[in-house]
């Protein structure tokens, strides 16, 4: 990947999520891209990036050899948003984890979008598991049968996202 393509992808969020969080959201897509774990997909749209999508491994300690993923940043530049950019890169992005072999996917995200995708709220422990006040918002995607169930305890996620005020739902309705 570029320097331009990690630009464009970088501003993409930075729009996305608006004055109150683009800047924080976008300094973290640029942290995630420096992963080298970090899988990045996009959606083009008149031949420039119009949304993406990041997903980083998702651990949880009792359990290290099921494959999990955290999704964060989803973002859709404001331009391009009700125009299929998401679906495209939920679609896209389910499709290319289960091709690697990925066991779940967990998200923090809006609960009306992501459960579109199958994501359901799940009682799997977030890394701030205190912090979590909008419990419908910590969801899930198994894409392995059963992976799901047999997880338990502690999580971590990627050093840049293991702050507590990533996991606060309290500032979000």
Not at 87 to 99: A, F, N, Q, V
Request: hydrophobic residues 40%; negative net charge; contains cysteine.
């Amino acid at each position: 990947m570029n320097q331009a393509e990690i630009s464009s992808i970088v501003e993409v969020h930075r729009l996305a999520f608006g004055k109150a969080e683009g800047d924080d959201i976008a300094q973290l897509a640029r942290d995630f891209l420096d992963q080298a774990d970090t899988i990045s997909i996009s959606a083009k749209r008149d031949g420039k990036i119009a949304g993406n999508v990041m997903f980083t491994p998702f651990v949880f300690r009792d359990h290290p050899e099921t494959k999990c993923y955290l999704l964060a940043p989803c973002g859709v530049s404001p331009e391009y948003q009700g125009r299929g950019v998401g679906k495209e890169l939920m679609e896209t992005s389910i499709e290319h984890l289960r091709s690697i072999g990925a066991d779940a996917v967990f998200v923090l995200g809006v609960p009306t979008f992501y459960p579109r995708y199958e994501f359901a709220p799940t009682d799997k422990e977030t890394p701030y598991p205190d912090l979590l006040t909008v419990a419908e918002a910590w969801m899930v995607l198994e894409l392995s049968a059963g992976s799901v169930q047999k997880l338990s305890g502690k999580t971590t996620a990627i050093p840049p996202i293991m702050h507590a005020h990533c996991w606060d739902t309290s500032k979000h309705g």
